[in-house]
């Protein structure tokens, strides 16, 4: 016999969960998609789901605070992990700001659809970049095996060690700046010996403007420099957001 009041809890935590994680994940909760679209596609999922992880759930509390424990677990879980796959695609917008910083372009801000802030012009373009990406070698696809995942590494209803997931969280932040890091690693060696140069160039040349000269360019060669290794840039994220997301997927 069907159990109304235990179907409907279920499909509750169920969809809290499944329903944050979405709304946090790169792709799905950008800003260009509306909450209504997030909204059907959290429910159409969690139906698909349901089925799978339904004998994974505690027996239905005896009492509204029993109910309201179980959900702040589900919605703490998914922000765990979706939160952390959104740090992780910070990355972009630090290697971003560093590029700009070393190109001369660090004041062209723009805001970044991605992260809800204004940023660096080229941090902007790396995180759209980015994004687009993800889909285009279908790597959102493991973002939506890391939904069903998700149950085998948070239990529903158990409170995850909170020692443990600060760390965590640590560790996915000091990765992240890594990875920006070294994906502008190029450029802060291609500054390092233009501005060189530059200071070699004055000291020989004291009554050429360098200033003048310095700055298009930077600008110019640094540009160039971009367009050649953009293509490299990318691959190197790729290939470490698939590395962080494979986990989640089981």
Known sequence: MLDAPREIYIFLAAFARIGTMLMMFPVFGEISVTP?????????????LLPTVHDLYPPLPQNVAGLINVIFVEVFDAI????????????????GNLLGFQIGLSFAQSFDPTQGVQGALLGTFLSLTGVTLIVATDLHLLLLEGLHGSYKLFVPGVLP???DSSAYVLKIVGESFTLGVQMCTPFMVFGLVFYLGMGV???????????????????????????VLVGAMMSWYLAAFEQH?????G
């Open 36 to 48: 209504r679209v997030r909204l059907s596609i959290a429910l159409a999922i969690t139906m698909v």
């Open 80 to 95: 765990l992990l979706a939160g952390t796959v959104r740090l992780f695609t910070s990355a972009l917008q630090v290697a």
């Open 161 to 163: 060690n909170l020692g």
């Open 201 to 227: 160039l004055a000291k020989l040349m004291p009554q050429l403007q360098v200033f003048f000269i310095a700055m298009p360019a930077n600008i110019l060669l640094g540009l160039s420099f971009f367009m």
């Open 245 to 249: 997301v494979m986990p989640f997927a």
